[in-house]
């Protein structure tokens, strides 16, 4: 399937990795329409085209995702909950966003015939404690905790995207980002390492780091996760798979900090905090499936990822806009 061309509904079309995967289709020739109800997104962040619609929307209100689809071919669904702190402290509200949000999408794709359905999941591992995280870890999480009522939602609604692929005749792709970071990425949302260390880096306050910064992740630059969303959307061999999108590459905690501090020339301190519970300790994703089925390869080294967006975050913090 060609993207050029169709109508294409992105929900969280507004927020920092929706509006970049919007901002790829119009170069690739769709038509988009944004469902957003800009919780953290930004009317700043939808461009002014006439290729592109605005629908101020909420997933879990069944009515307005009916009008969001009105002949829609393929849907990214971007909306979601994405703290996993805030999903332990109010796990019911995680629930409805992530899970029951995602089943309105999917049955009223089915009933507005839909062609294609991508949805951002995300690292759904727990504490696996592997080199490589492959996507077959999925099936074992009865033997291991999968440490946050976020990640448990996102394995809910991960099901459903498979049952509608399987049995309701709706072709789904499942993508796990693992910690997507670049431009256009604030912290409202109260999470991100990369957001957060750059800001107390570039205001000279303190980086706090929680537990002694040894846990690790994997850090991959939004170009890289709006091209696996263009080739889950028009590759075949892509539908009811779920896939891994990342690096590979794993970096501690510490090792971010510090590097944002020498990106930044900052003189901030790096200090501890106490260890949260929903924090796992190693995160690398097995990219071997995302490579065979959309021959997916990340171009984006960290130090320069981050030094792209260090600079956009210095200029908009000269702005007063963050």
């Known amino acids: ?10 929900t969280g079309g507004a927020g920092f990795i929706g509006s970049h995967i919007v901002d790829r289709l119009i170069r690739e020739g769709a ?33 307005e995702v009916r009008t969001a ?20 402290q109010n796990p019911f509200f995680d629930f409805q966003v992530n899970s029951a949000g995602t089943l309105n999408i999917l049955l009223e794709s089915i009933n507005s015939g839909v062609k294609k359905f991508i949805m951002a999941s995300t690292n759904t591992y727990g504490d696996a404690n592997q080199e490589k995280m492959s996507e077959e870890f999925s099936t074992l999480f009865e033997r291991r905790s999968l440490l946050s009522p976020y990640a448990a939602a996102k394995v809910c609604a991960e099901a459903y995207l498979k049952v509608a692929n399987d049995e309701l005749g709706l072709p789904t792709v ?9 431009p256009r ?11 957060i260390f750059a800001r107390q880096a570039l205001m000279g306050k303190p980086i706090t780091i929680f537990g002694d910064g ?3 992740r994997d850090f991959v630059f939004i170009s890289d996760v709006v091209e696996a969303n263009i080739l889950a959307a028009t590759k075949k061999q892509a539908e009811g798979e779920v896939l891994n999108v990342g690096t590979g590459k794993e970096t501690s905690i510490i090792d971010l900090a510090r590097l944002i501090v020498k990106l930044t020339g900052s003189t901030a301190p ?11 300790q190693r995160a690398s994703a097995d990219l071997t499936r995302a490579e065979q089925i ?6 984006v080294k960290l130090e320069k990822g981050l030094t792209i967006y260090v600079e956009w975050l210095a200029k908009l913090m000269r702005k007063g806009k963050d």
């Open 270 to 280: 790096i200090v501890h905090s106490a260890a949260r519970a929903a924090d796992f």
């Open 1 to 10: 399937m060609e993207v050029r061309g169709k109508f294409v509904l992105v």
């Open 185 to 195: 990425q604030l912290t409202k949302s109260e999470s991100g390492a990369v957001a």
């Open 69 to 88: 689809l009105k002949d829609i071919d393929i849907v990214f669904h971007e909306a979601a909950q994405i703290n996993p702190a805030k999903a332990v």
């Open 294 to 299: 959309l021959g997916f390869s990340p171009k």
């Open 31 to 63: 038509r988009v329409r944004i469902l957003d109800n800009l919780s953290t997104g930004t009317r700043d962040n939808v461009p002014r085209s006439h290729d592109v619609e605005f629908q101020l929307g909420d997933i879990r209100k069944r009515s």
């Open 174 to 182: 499942r993508l796990r980002y693992f910690n997507v970071y670049g």
């Open 214 to 216: 040894s846990h690790t």
